[in-house]
């Protein structure tokens, strides 16, 4: 059925038409101008209903609890301290991750830092650590390396190419034309700075900024390493421990207030700042660059200490333990074993969203309208869930309605098409780009029927992105840890848990091969990033964001 | 004699939800090409855009029609109601004695042979030019070296490797169009093919492309809203508005003799003018003028002239005296704004270089050669 929507435009809306017969059934035209694709919009939405069931069944179960329970659990001693410390974190890390990312994008597209090139590309490389890797590795290496100032030291190095990335396309983007014209009407360089470059950049960072404050709140990896109660341990030790689960649920719809609360707080804050684009189409010219004189060993020294923090530690911790892990007796079968998981649970995961990710990036690509927008909306509110919360709520989901699903593939497969759904619509709304309108009706007006135009031409054009958006998926699964963590079946365990156990019981060598792998899974998207965007110079960066 | 017939048809699109900026939607509308912007005849509910109000449109065999309008008149969507994208909801289509589509009969587009040639081109990106070119054609056509055969005729003999991206703008609209003609289908669609690329290239490219077509022997439908193009490509020129084609003719009998001031105006250069009917024809600020047929039975017209049926010459008793407001220079010829002395009038007139035209203040005298058009006010 979705076949046979993806191939025909027009002509399958104008079939539809046809049943109205001839003159005008102003019914049937009505219900067709708001659901233009009948299938496709069905199957979107049961798609998105789908990928919504962890926030509703999170929300059912808290309002089956009753009210008592929920104030027992709120009056709870150190509820207000968790608050205040995932508050916290959240704000240090944030302004940490802007004070990294915003200096060195204008280290890098600015100035003239040497070797800004090579700096361009590594200061995008910690996107392929796992933060729950990165506390591994600094706790395996330095001694007592525990609490919230470390926490924060580990997540501003992870999180910081989040602000970077975006910020420095900006940059880069930024018309240096304005700039000029800004001189040439009488302000000095620092005040053309301050009331026009950084004015046009605003967006991205705030977008960047966005994007770490959400991190942060749902990070689990790292704060269960270092050993800070945030709000996602407090969820897991209290499902883990508790016989009275009540905590962990009105813990995991707090969480996804504060979520929520700074997600509405960004678009509010956006309604309110205009949006940039630039205006006119001359060409782009590299914008002139600013002299750092003496600056210039300081500015050196700064980004190789960032750098040699968030990479040079890993690597050295990896290299320290690796061999030691590897040749311990009995770990190849158990990486293997791990490896075997990792590879079934993200594949499962990976397929699921993908078949659910069709039918809404085919509907926003060829019958957009605001049932679509809203529907691609929807799939975001999960994306922004914590781990953590999905993986609790669908573990009390398959206990208590999905039975036969708990503790198989699948349910995991449903936390990971929950959490990492946008991902597939973008990749299948941009390969649906690939194979215009125009092109199928070109097809068919040479004399092919619709079938053979699918055959021939969809297919053909839109399968290299699909597959990427898998591919995509697949990668990020791998990496996922809280709910793999409360949901993989009993004594299967993945690299990622693997790792996380070894690590809380401080067999940092026995941790080290499964840290190495995922590393290099992790590598593999973030040097497909770079090498889509144009490798090196300051244009590569353009497409990070 | 398998003339296309276009009879009395009519197309009511729904409106679409317009709010928002998504890309998608954008797109769709490049791709989709249904003209929104021209909400002529809302119906009474005032949700639904008349785009077209009921067509006719005569294509003879072997010809090339141009569809003219300016941009919202209905005519892409005329297209693609030819091609059978879009159901027509009142009317019919007839190729010679064959319905295409009218009441209760819809032919899916495969099945019409109606090849078109879409605005940007949208050559299969996957295929080379020769699959592009083949990709209408069955086994034996392909084996009859029908794809060379095209590909000499659009003047890309040899390119059948290349691939679509490897092509300039103009190269990858002979690819299209040679994509098109290969089947040899009934009816050739030119979706504005020309709109895209630079002036200097485009008419290279549109003279070649009318010699592939005649050599071919292909009967196609030109759209576009470019005046120039219509009136030198076309066999024959309709001229729409408002989802009608208000005129039909050969591109002399459209400049010369429009139907109305409008349909004078939108297809060349003009000086419309107040007149009141006179012994000679009719009477204006440029004098007595001669009609072209009989006069309408009305008080009060409107005369059109060309600007190149008024003549510059220096002051003399029996010119109309006139002083130059602004010259626009074009190179081969000028335009001059004239500004009458006795009249509060302002006409203007194409005057060629080599006649060397008077300059900005020039006292000038005007006038009138050939006869004029004129309608009721």
Redesign the interface.
């Known amino acids: 059925m979705l076949r046979h929507e993806a191939m025909t435009d027009s002509p399958s809306r104008a079939r539809t038409v046809q049943r109205a017969r001839f003159g005008r059934s102003s019914v049937r035209r009505a219900w067709h101008h708001l659901a233009p694709r009948p299938v496709l919009l069905a199957a979107s939405m049961l798609a998105v209903s789908v990928s919504a069931v962890p926030l509703v069944y999170l929300a059912v179960r808290t309002a089956e609890a009753g009210w008592p329970r929920v104030a027992t659990a709120l009056r709870t001693p150190g509820l207000l301290e968790l608050t205040l410390r995932s508050l916290a974190l959240t704000a240090v890390v944030t302004a940490g991750c802007l004070v990294i990312g915003v200096g060195t994008a204008l280290l890098v597209v600015r100035t003239d830092l040497p070797a800004r090139r090579f700096f361009a590309v590594v200061a995008a490389l910690p996107l392929a650590i796992p933060t729950y890797v990165a506390g591994y590795a600094w706790v395996s290496l330095v001694d007592d390396f525990h609490g919230f100032a470390a926490a924060a030291v580990v997540l501003i190095l992870c999180c910081s190419p989040y602000v970077y990335l975006p910020t420095a396309a900006a940059l880069a983007g930024a018309d240096p034309a304005t700039e000029e014209a800004a001189r040439a009407l009488g302000r000095g360089p620092w005040a053309t700075f301050v009331g026009v470059t950084l004015r046009q950049i605003r967006p991205a960072i705030t977008a960047g900024a966005l994007l770490v404050a959400l991190y942060v709140l749902s990070d689990f990896g790292a704060v269960a390493i270092l050993r800070v109660n945030t709000f996602t341990l407090a969820i897991f030790t209290s499902f883990n421990l508790g016989f009275d689960r009540t905590g962990a649920l009105v813990l995991s719809s707090m969480l996804v207030l504060l979520t929520m609360a700074i997600l509405v707080g960004e678009l509010l804050a956006r309604r309110t700042t205009t949006r940039y684009a630039r205006v006119g189409s001359g060409a782009r010219r590299p914008p002139e660059r600013i002299a750092l004189g003496y600056w210039r060993p300081v500015a050196l020294a700064g980004l190789a200490a960032v750098a040699l923090a968030a990479l040079g530690v890993p690597a050295a911790a990896l290299a320290r333990w690796f061999s030691v892990g590897v040749s311990r007796p009995g770990s190849l079968t158990e990486i293997a074993a791990a490896m075997g998981n990792t590879l079934t649970f993200s594949a499962a995961g990976a397929a699921l969203t993908m078949l659910l990710a069709l039918p809404i990036g085919l509907l926003g690509a060829r019958a957009p309208g605001p049932v679509a927008a809203v529907l691609d909306r929807v799939t975001y509110v999960s994306h922004a869930l914590p781990g953590v919360v999905v993986g609790l709520s669908l573990v009390f989901f398959g206990i208590n309605v999905a039975y036969p699903l708990y503790q198989t593939p699948w349910l995991l497969a449903l936390a990971y098409a929950a959490l990492f759904l946008p991902l597939g619509v973008g990749a299948v709304a941009g390969a649906a780009a690939q194979a215009p309108p125009g092109l199928e009706e070109a097809a068919r007006s040479l004399g092919r029927g619709p079938l053979s135009v699918f055959r021939t031409v969809t297919v053909p054009l839109t399968l290299p992105g699909i597959g990427a958006g898998a591919a995509l998926v697949f990668l990020t699964c791998m990496k996922e840890l809280p709910a793999t963590l409360l949901l993989r079946p009993t004594g299967a365990d993945t690299l990622a848990t693997e790792l996380w156990t070894h690590t809380s019981v401080a067999a940092y060598a026995a941790a080290a091969p499964y840290a190495a792998l995922l590393v290099l899974l992790a590598a593999i998207p973030t040097w497909l990033l770079a090498v889509r965007s144009g490798a090196t110079g300051p244009a590569v960066i353009g497409g990070g964001s | 004699m398998t003339d296309l017939i276009v009879t009395g048809v009519h197309k009511?699109f729904?409106r679409?939800?317009r709010s928002?900026s998504?890309e998608?939607?954008r797109?769709?509308w490049r791709?989709?090409g249904r003209e929104h912007s021209g909400r002529h005849g809302r119906d009474a509910?005032g949700g639904?855009v008349h785009a077209l109000a009921g067509v006719d449109l005569t294509v003879p065999s072997g010809l090339l029609v141009a569809v003219l309008g300016p941009s919202g008149c209905g005519k892409t969507t005329l297209l693609?109601c030819l091609?059978?994208?879009?159901?027509i909801?009142?009317g019919s289509i007839r190729l010679g004695s064959r319905l295409v589509a009218g009441?209760?009969r819809?032919t899916?587009?495969?099945?019409?042979?109606?090849?078109?040639v879409?605005q940007?081109g949208?050559l299969?990106?996957?295929l080379s030019v020769a699959g592009n070119v083949a990709?209408?054609l069955d086994r034996a056509a392909r084996q009859r070296g029908r794809v060379d055969e095209v590909l000499e005729l659009v003047g890309l003999a040899g390119y059948g490797r290349r691939m679509p991206h490897e092509l300039s703008g103009g190269q990858q609209q002979r690819v299209?169009v040679a994509?098109?003609l290969?089947?040899r289908?009934e009816i050739i669609?030119l979706d504005e093919p020309f709109s895209a690329l630079d002036a200097h290239l485009r008419a290279e490219l549109r003279r070649d492309i009318r010699q592939a077509l005649q050599e071919d022997g292909a009967t196609a439908i030109l759209v576009t809203h470019d005046q120039e193009e219509a009136l030198s490509l076309a066999d024959q020129v309709a001229v729409m508005r408002d989802g009608r084609v208000v005129q039909q003719g050969t591109p002399t009998e459209v400049y010369r003799t429009p139907v109305d001031a409008w349909v004078g105006g939108f297809v060349g250069g003009a000086v419309l003018l107040p007149g009141v009917p006179s012994p000679a024809g009719v009477r204006t600020v440029l004098g007595d003028l001669a009609l072209r047929g009989a006069p309408p039975s009305a008080s009060a017209l409107t005369v059109l002239l060309r600007p190149e049926q008024i003549v510059v010459g220096p002051p003399a008793p029996d010119a109309v005296p006139a002083t130059v407001v602004a010259r626009d220079f074009h190179g081969h010829d000028a335009l001059l704004t004239l500004r009458l002395v006795d009249e509060a009038a302002t006409v203007a007139a194409r005057v060629l270089s080599a006649a060397d035209p008077p300059s900005v203040g020039d006292r000038v005298g005007l006038r009138v050669t050939g006869p004029a058009s004129a309608w009721p006010a």
């Open positions: 009511h729904r679409r939800w928002g998504s998608h939607l797109r769709r791709s989709g509910d639904s693609r091609a059978g994208f879009e159901r909801d009142e009441p209760g819809h899916p587009p495969h099945r019409r042979r109606f090849a078109i879409p940007e949208a299969f990106p996957h990709y209408g299209a994509r098109a290969a089947p289908p669609l």
